[in-house]
DNA sequence: TATGAATGAGGATTCATTCAT
DNA sequence: GATGAATGAATCCTCATTCAT
């Protein structure tokens, strides 16, 4: 019992760190996190952090697990009230544009799913991305039954190529933004929509 | 008389530089390429980096430049035999698989666009990356003409689709390589062809 | 628990620094006053010198700061038990003169007046150095109130005139000194006492 | 004959170095004067420079010494034409102003007087820095026996506290010119003539 | 648990000087 | 004599991590 409360406690201080970690890798980029900004952020000591994460990697790991529970929150409350499964599709695709948005620092932590982390942080952080494609896969699977969406796609690998290449479109309107909202003569939502609309076209039959 | 060396022998210094940089990356990632690791593989030392580059920011987008005109060139040589579009479309494609496989640290060098570069070099490196868009663009536009590619497609639009997904596609290869081929099943050569026949399906009637 | 080191702890670490400073500058003058050099003889890591000092222009323009405070109290411990005004000078160029003898490095610290410091830093260093032109061109005023010191002197500029030409001195006999006294053919102390004889009589009847 | 021919190219040569090295100090200040800044300016290779200067040190000798010689002339110059000893000696302090105004680095080589320089230069120094002040010197002794200078001065004494005050007022400009001036709500060649008045005064009866 | 002072290796960059040609 | 490429020690500063309290 105490120890479920102490527990507890140190779960609260953690997510309370992370948060922080977060604001920081939003005001200034991931490159430009260090623990003495965190620390300072949170009203903790240096040494502190230290008692909750081992070392920074593991709190940009734990970073990279928490946005991608996050996500997977929207994608469920995006596609609830939806029946049509390329409905459910363009309403998942929606959310993660809002999501890139809200969260500008995101595709910085993809990047870092390789590092060396501890094993078990990285199996947590598998975990969660295994649910975001088995999230995606689902609703493939409804459509192929629903009739909506072609019966001969495999509904794991278009949930990764899903996942791929909305990372890599979310990236290069980052990255570059201007340049494309120039070169395209149109905003960089209407690019991503043009993006929603080739993945439903390719679902579609 | 130690003669100045002339343009040719000057260009044959920095591009062996480079290409130990490029070495550096490939081992230990662009967050680890420092001037002291570049010296030592090139058996220089430090002060004669800066012989021919002004800083290590100059010698990144180096980098990306030459890597885009690589790229370009591979894009160029994939297609010439080719007569049909959507088939140059997949050339350019597999190219681009080629190349990420021979400069695995690539996609390292995309996200690396937008930072505070000298203007020459900046403008250099968005010539390179308007090139290999343009290129896209004009098969896309071939494409149209020969009736093999949806007319409704805005080329320019579609080329920077296909840069976008390719990227992210590559970088989901390179970042989880083994998740990605357990999950699936099958290797990720194969993942990449079915990206491949995505953006195929999506420009084809 | 380590306790936050409080204000005068921290303060007792600052000054030990830049006694430190103040060391590597005498025996090597300031342009070899490196971070390294401070660290050592402080017995202190590099990164601990940055705890106390966000960088070297602080430590120097605290010790320029520091240096003309001690420089005041020593006006003021040398001119409290005079009355006349004119021994009152005499008393402040003693001082002076005693001052440069202990810190030998100061006519370095004069010239960095300017740099570009932070602007707090700046304000004390200037503050400083009003309060020492302020109680010289008091001392004249006084002396002009009893009648010992000629009424149409300006205070003020006749405050810089003397700030101007005893650095001049100091620097002269802190440059060349053997080449002074061989020339001169006699001890530089003599010297300055001339000097001070000659701002005496110029502000003499 | 031929030697001498080639001591006159030579020595050309070295004018010209020191006269590219003065500009550059003009232009960016003594602590960046670089050797290949120089050579830049010289259009000259780096190795050149050390073909006619030993090194750095040297050519920053080379410059106090031609910068007490090139003042010498101007002393001369400025006094040629006068009569009355206490005016030659306004002649010199003008003189001494207009040369700091063109010379703006002056300043800077007067520190450098005492480094580790060779036995050659700092002795051909040391005989152009006495020329100073025997010009001066001489000057005085000539004032006192016109009667228009006090007999009670020592000649050689004064004309070391002439240079040294004159040295540090110009110095004080030269630092701290915008404080000087709003302070004095004056210009600071007004500053400068108050200090000519006080040398003018205290050598008069 | 909590603190935060201390560490020190590591990184980018500069520049006087040398030396092979 | 002349060149200029090469050197590498030196400098400032950062920051993840440790540890005594």
Redesign the pocket.
């Known amino acids: 019992m105490q120890r479920a409360l102490?527990e507890k406690?140190?779960d609260k201080?953690k997510s309370h760190v992370l948060k922080c970690a977060e604001q920081i890798i939003q005001e200034k980029g991931l490159e430009?996190?260090?623990?003495?900004s965190v620390a300072k952020k949170a009203n903790?000591?240096?040494?502190?952090?230290?008692?909750?994460f081992p070392?920074?990697?593991d709190i940009i790991a734990h970073l990279a697990i928490k946005s991608r529970k996050v996500l997977l929150q929207e994608f469920q409350a995006s596609t609830v009230h939806l029946e049509d499964s390329l409905e459910k599709i363009r309403g998942i695709l929606l959310a993660y544009l809002d999501f890139c948005k809200k969260y500008t620092f995101y595709y910085e932590l993809v990047s870092f799913y390789e590092s060396g982390l501890g094993l078990e942080e990285s199996k947590e952080l598998l975990e969660a991305s295994k649910k975001l494609t088995a999230f995606t896969a689902n609703i493939i699977r409804e459509g192929k039954e629903q009739g909506t969406i072609r019966r001969e796609i495999n509904e794991k690998e278009f949930a990764f190529l899903l996942w791929g290449t909305a990372v890599g479109i979310a990236q290069l309107i980052h990255v570059k933004p201007t340049l494309l909202s120039a070169e395209l003569e149109k905003d960089n939502d209407h690019f991503y929509f043009s993006y929603i609309n080739l993945i439903i076209k390719s679902l579609s039959y």
Do not use: Q
């Not at 430009?32 to 003495?36: G, M, P, T, Y």
């Not at 903790?44 to 909750?52: D, F």
């Open positions: 102490n406690a140190k201080r430009n996190l260090s623990i003495a903790l000591a240096v040494g502190t952090i230290y008692l909750y070392n920074k990697e």
